[in-house]
């Protein structure tokens, strides 16, 4: 038995079926069910005995050690986290409470369940904490890769938020001996990504006919894994990493922001041909505040020790994603409701259109 935390969200669903359609071994899934969380993610396993799923908040200590004690999960895989930078721009509040003090509270209860168990599950237990790329700051065109070396110089609410998790994961480590993994991984994509993020609100958007937002001039650089390969690499991470270890995941595959909105109009326009390109619906608007410039991941530490490699490139990867977004459209417009509106709304209606469409 594992525990999960963040299980009906993008990354930690996706981690979730994979799991269950991989192992024998059952899942606690504790989730708050934010805006971002979602059950539907979850329905072809809501019949499955090996699945049981709990809507809690990770802040909430008391039952957090209820699970512990009840379950007694031989790992924590933790996914929990506000994750969109632009709503940290917003509204950064949530990102301490969720990122830093539900992190905190998780840690606080796997130590204390830790110190109850015996000496041989005590041994054998793992908290693996899921972290990000984009806590090491922004690079320059021709910088190296973030190695798990590289310093911590996170810019935007959300990256400082996941930085100081992560310091704390380090520091639970070094003082009380808690068995700790960290990764720190690139842009995802892939199934069941909230239509928020850059590609699946590029490919909802020109389906719907609406304008492609660009930030700025287009040329961030972003890697991006495929989310398959992400929730593999956690598996490797979870079986073979060094307690203490921190290990970077990525896709070797760095792209401009308008590189990738162009590779998506391209694959729409060959599988779902209008008579004019999408990419007419490219509109450059006004950047977000303290955009990182670059992100670029050295996954070579695990590669080398843990012998992990993604499967897809971004080719299959991509082509595979946009599939499932077009076989999916319900999935995407239950999304769509109130709450949502209102977050593109505030989000892109003071963002002046600077070229290309307006509306
Ligand atoms: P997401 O926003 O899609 O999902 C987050 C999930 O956490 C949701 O199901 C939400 O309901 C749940 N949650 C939020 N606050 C909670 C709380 N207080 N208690 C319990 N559950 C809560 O995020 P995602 O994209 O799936 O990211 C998952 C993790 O991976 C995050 O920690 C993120 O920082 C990290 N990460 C994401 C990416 C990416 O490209 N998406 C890349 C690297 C790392
Ligand atoms: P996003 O998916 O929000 O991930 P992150 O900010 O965590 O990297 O954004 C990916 C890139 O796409 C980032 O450089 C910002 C850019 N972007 C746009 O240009 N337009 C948009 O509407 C969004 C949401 C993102």
Request: net charge negative; charged share 20%.
């Amino acid at each position: 038995m594992i525990l999960v935390t963040g299980g009906a969200g993008f990354i930690g669903a996706n981690f979730v079926l994979g799991w269950l359609a991989s192992t024998d071994e059952s899942i606690v899934n504790l989730d708050k069910l934010t805006y971002a969380g979602n059950l539907n993610n979850l329905a072809s396993v809501r019949e499955d005995a090996r699945h049981i799923f709990v809507k809690g908040d990770i802040c909430d200590g008391g039952l957090v050690a209820s699970l512990l004690d009840k379950y007694r999960p031989r790992a924590i895989v933790h996914f929990a986290a506000e994750s969109h930078v632009d709503r940290s721009i917003h509204a950064p509040g949530d990102f301490i409470t969720t990122n830093v003090n539900g992190t905190f509270s998780l840690l606080e209860a796997a130590r204390a369940y830790v110190s109850r168990l015996p000496a041989g599950e005590r041994a054998a237990f793992r908290f693996l904490h899921v972290s990000t790329d984009e806590v090491y700051g922004s690079l320059n065109p021709g910088d190296p890769a973030f190695t798990e070396n590289t310093p911590y110089a996170p810019n935007s609410p959300y990256s400082a938020s996941k930085a100081a998790s992560d310091h704390l994961v380090r520091a639970y480590h070094h003082t009380y001996g808690l068995a700790t993994l960290t990764s720190n991984c690139s842009n995802n994509y892939g199934p069941y990504q909230f239509p928020e993020k850059l590609i699946p609100l590029m490919i909802a958007s020109a389906l719907a006919g609406k304008r492609l937002p660009i930030y700025g001039d287009g040329a961030n650089v972003r890697d991006w894994l495929y989310v398959g390969d992400h929730c593999a690499a956690i598996r490797r991470v979870l079986e073979a990493g060094r307690p203490g270890e921190t290990y970077n995941i990525g896709g070797w595959n760095e792209k401009t922001n308008l590189e990738v909105v162009h590779t998506l109009c391209d694959i729409l326009d060959s599988l779902v041909p209008t008579g004019t390109s999408y990419r007419q619906q490219i509109g450059f608007v006004q950047d977000r505040p303290g955009h990182d410039r670059r992100y670029a991941i050295d996954a070579g530490k695990i590669g080398r020790e843990l012998c992990w490699r993604p499967v897809e490139s971004f080719d299959t990867g991509i082509r595979k994603t946009v599939q499932w977004y077009l076989d999916h459209q319900d999935w995407v417009r239950d999304i769509q409701s109130g709450a949502y509106l209102q977050w593109v709304e505030k989000n892109y209606a003071d963002r002046t259109s600077v070229s290309g469409r307006s509306a």
